[in-house]
């Protein structure tokens, strides 16, 4: 998913810096509103910082040399916390990664935090909100999400670098990161699904805290 520094002409990487930093701000914003609100939370947001660290640094490399295939571990943060403030969360991950890891880059940070923190956390939020409502079961519920996010992720990079190549190209981008990316989010969507059993069993409160997972929910998994 990371594009490697010097990857995108200058207009497109600053197109996507000029996105996300729209977006940083809001979720700033609305970090600080749920920090305050219920400082609870924060054990809970240093979990899922620290997901999007671990499973975002197993970087494998990628048939598009432009790029990288890896799990995002934004599964937990999405649908704990929102699009938004994971994607601040992944900024500050990703930002390490390319001034440290060499993992990435800094002018395409724009464009890898838009993919990585906000597309695909956003597509996984909203189906996740969706199939509550259904009384779906919270395990596949949560596998989905994750899965999504994961996946969603890499369907933005591939349009991403299609729009600055020729979107001819995005059949080949989508092709050749499906190889690599659906078992990835195969396996992260099972981690993911893995961790919040876990959570709810020691800590279900910070879950309840959060309108991540109802009582009743929380109470299932602690069967």
């Given at each position: 998913m990371h594009i490697m520094e010097g990857a995108l002409p200058w207009e497109w990487a600053l197109f996507w810096w000029g996105l996300t930093i729209i977006?940083?701000?809001a979720g700033i914003i609305q970090l600080n509103k749920v920090v305050r609100k219920n400082r609870e939370v924060l054990p809970l947001l240093a979990v899922s910082g620290a997901?999007?660290?671990?499973l975002s640094s197993l970087k494998i490399p990628s048939p598009i040399a432009m790029s990288s295939s890896h799990p995002t571990g934004t599964g937990l943060s999405a649908i704990t916390f929102g699009p938004a403030i994971t994607a601040v969360m992944?900024?500050?991950?990703?930002?390490?990664?390319?001034?440290?890891?060499?993992?990435?880059?800094?002018?395409?940070?724009g464009a890898n935090c838009f993919s990585m923190g906000f597309f695909g956390p956003l597509l996984a939020w909203?189906?996740?909100k969706a199939l509550q409502k259904t009384k779906f079961n919270i395990y596949v519920t949560v596998f989905i999400a994750a899965f999504v996010a994961d996946l969603a992720t890499y369907v933005m990079t591939s349009f991403q670098l299609a729009l600055a190549f020729g979107l001819e190209t995005l059949p080949e981008f989508l092709g050749i990161f499906a190889l690599?990316?659906?078992?990835?989010?195969?396996?992260?969507?099972?981690?993911?699904?893995?961790?919040?059993?876990?959570?709810?069993?020691?800590?279900?409160?910070?879950?309840?805290?959060?309108?991540?997972?109802?009582?009743?929910q929380v109470a299932k998994m602690n069967e």
């Open positions: 977006i940083l701000i997901f999007i660290f671990v992944s900024a500050i991950v990703l930002l390490f990664q390319a001034l440290l890891l060499a993992h990435g880059g800094l002018t395409t940070l909203l189906i996740y690599t990316q659906i078992p990835l989010a195969v396996l992260e969507g099972l981690i993911i699904v893995v961790a919040v059993k876990f959570i709810a069993k020691v800590k279900g409160e910070f879950f309840i805290s959060s309108g991540t997972l109802s009582e009743e």
